[in-house]
């Protein structure tokens, strides 16, 4: 950032200098009007010379002198009445500039090619005399155009720049070397694609060196400074934040016309970290013919609706052909924001309800007067450390929230019940893991129950890690943490996590929607594991500064139910595949004949306001492996 402003301030300074030298009349509006009339002048000359072979007769010449004093007059004249003919600025003439001044010229050589043909007492000029004025008036206007805009760059551009190199697809690699060249905040040394059939082609200009694979030897051999994201996808983009971060070479990404247009792109100094997921499993846009059949024509009820995960499931079930959706949460402000924006994208039906989900009458009214037939369940307490100390709350909202709406979904015949569950539900070391993992064998014990009962209400869990861009996840944290001048904080060296994107999230949520379970648990394959320090120095270094120099990170230790490496399934489960690629299947096993029992002593212990020791205790009974941890924890750790 230092060198981009040192350019800045030398061709700021250079600038001033060219200015001073040159008067401000010459750049005047009436300046160019001479300038193209004395164009057309010389265009009429040059073409009277060529067509007779730079010997024009005295009896000619009267003529000629007529006719370029018509042009000199005509020539400006229907450039000046022309839309914009001179209100478009020199400095940046290009190739639509210069179509757009070949249209604006010809109604002129019309008029005197019907004036020529028309008029018998005009003076004598051949057709083709004519024509090749029209010609060389556009050649000649067009260089002096050009050369404008070509000394306004060699004076306004740096003499040095950093070396660049641009990695992107065939379709922003153009824009990008395009808009880059506008700048002039760099300079283009060549290119990399994804496409080898582009290996050895030049693109706007600079050549393609070689793939993504090969950025390594490309970045050391031709000494680049920085790398230029232009619309690579989210491997290719995290290989080269790896590779670039690796030889301490900055990265930039360069939004693309269609994602600003889009709303992708905020002007804001924030990280679009999402789009460097660590995860090998894209995210796809279209939707899967399955989804779009099991919704449509639906009522759709989805709690937590303000949430992150639950307002992305709010917004992507909308743009299925569902009848309604209902969006339900506590707070009366995420609500509006949401509705307001669901029903400004498409005609939908949506529905606002602010309520609690563990009140019961508000739960039971909700499916009373709406009749969902698919509940997407993603209210639940999410937060390892607040958690550990408010065990009664989590149990109340994460465990008896569900038991209120999976007895109202059986009660109202709901067709389908889909509970969003977390990866901390495995071997359980958190109150947070715990409850969660609790409400799973709820949700398989009521789908027992159905089962049992012949009743309609199909019952699933969906697991998956951390999700990036939530609110509380460790992204927006690293990025306060480093707009602050750091230190990132992590707790600990070698704790790893899953990570996935929102979209991806939800589109596993409407996936398992579709398929007739019976409590099974659904995950996506998201790919390996990720180091949390390495994911901190990777949102560093895509800030452009570098890790340990610019921003330090600081390790401060694990907290009170924090585990180093989180699981998707136990060793002993049973998983099988999908008819989605994506999705695997966690086959439930029985639920013990003593659980609902433990599970009545469980909420009846938080209703009264049960010591968190209390708490712990008789979810230590559950089935469900839970192991208390007491490790202290400084006040300086973050959520992973």
């Keep these: 950032m230092e060198q981009y402003y040192a350019l800045q301030a030398e061709s700021d300074e250079r600038s001033r200098g060219f200015d001073d030298l040159i008067p401000a009349w010459v750049f005047h509006g009436y300046i160019r009007v001479i300038l193209d009339g004395l164009t057309a002048a010389i265009a009429m000359i040059d073409a009277y010379a060529l067509r007779f072979d730079f010997h024009i007769e005295p009896t000619m010449r009267h003529s000629m002198w007529t006719w370029v004093c018509v042009v000199a007059i005509l020539r400006p004249l229907s450039l000046h009445l022309a839309r914009d003919g001179y209100q478009s600025t020199w400095r940046f003439f290009d ?156 990265v930039r990404i360069l939004p693309s016309g269609s994602e600003l247009m889009d709303g992708k792109v905020n002007v804001s100094r924030q990280v679009p970290i999402d789009q460097l997921a660590p995860n090998h499993a894209e995210t796809i846009k279209e939707v899967h013919p399955a989804v779009v059949q099991c919704f449509k024509g639906h009522t759709v009820l989805v709690t937590g609706a303000g949430g992150s995960i639950g307002s992305e499931i709010s917004r992507q079930v909308t743009a299925l052909k569902v009848n309604r959706i209902v969006v339900f949460d506590h707070d009366e402000n995420s609500i509006f924001e949401l509705m307001n924006e669901l029903s400004s994208q498409n005609d939908k039906e949506v529905i606002p309800v602010v309520g609690n989900i563990r009140d019961h009458d508000a ?163 998201m790919g390996d594991p990720v180091k949390i320090i390495d994911f901190a120095k990777d949102i560093i270094r895509l800030a ?35 008819p989605f690629r994506d999705v695997f299947q966690v086959k439930a096993t029985p639920v013990s004949v003593g659980f609902p029992q433990l599970l009545a002593e469980l909420e009846t212990a938080a209703r009264t306001r049960k010591s968190n020791a209390a708490i712990q205790a008789l979810l230590c009974r559950l089935p469900i492996d839970y192991c208390v941890d007491q490790a202290e924890i400084p006040p300086m750790a973050i959520a992973n």
Excluded at 209 to 214: H, N, V
Excluded at 406 to 435: L, N, Q, W, Y
């Design 363 to 525: 739960v039971h009214r909700v499916f009373e007067r709406y009749s969902p037939q698919i509940t997407l369940h993603a209210a639940a307490y999410k937060h390892v450390p607040v958690m550990e100390g408010n065990c009664c709350e989590a149990v109340l909202n994460n465990v008896c929230g569900t038991r209120e709406l999976t007895d109202a979904a059986i009660a109202f015949d709901c067709e389908r019940f889909v509970m969003i569950s977390t990866d901390k539900a495995v071997t359980p070391s958190s109150i947070m893991g715990a409850t969660n993992r609790t409400a799973e064998l709820l949700v398989q014990h009521r789908a027992d129950e159905c089962n049992r009962q012949n009743r309609k209400t199909h019952f699933a869990c969906v697991r998956f890690g951390n999700v990036l861009g939530s609110r509380g996840s460790v992204v927006p944290i690293f990025l306060r943490q480093i707009a602050a001048g750091g230190p990132i904080t992590i707790t600990h060296e070698e704790m790893t996590r899953y990570f996935m994107t929102i979209p991806q999230a939800v589109r596993l949520v409407l996936q398992a929607a579709t398929l007739a379970s019976q409590g099974d648990v659904y995950l996506l394959d």
């Design 95 to 250: 190739v639509k500039d210069g179509l757009a001044l070949g249209l604006r010229s010809l109604p002129v050589t019309f008029l005197l090619l019907l004036v020529r043909w028309g008029v018998h007492q005009a003076p004598i000029v051949p057709y083709s005399i004519l024509i090749l004025e029209f010609c060389i008036f556009l050649l000649f206007a067009s260089a002096m155009r050009g050369t404008r805009r070509l000394a306004h760059e060699a004076v306004y551009s740096p003499a040095k720049r950093p070396r660049a190199l641009i990695v992107g697809s065939e379709r922003t690699l153009a824009t990008a070397v395009h808009h880059l060249h506008t700048c002039k905040e760099a300079k283009v040394i060549g290119l990399v694609s994804e496409d080898e059939r582009l290996i050895g082609v030049h693109i706007a200009g600079r050549p393609v060196l070689g793939p993504p694979e090969s950025l390594a030897c490309l970045l050391v051999s031709h000494q680049i400074e920085v790398v230029i994201l232009s619309g690579a996808n989210l491997k290719c983009a995290a290989q080269v934040i790896r590779d670039a971060g690796n030889l301490d070479i900055q």
């Design 544 to 578: 452009g500064l570098t890790p340990g120099k610019d921003i330090d990170i600081k390790v401060v230790g694990t907290r009170p139910g924090e585990k180093l490496h989180e699981k998707l399934w136990r060793e002993d489960a049973l998983v099988a595949t999908t």
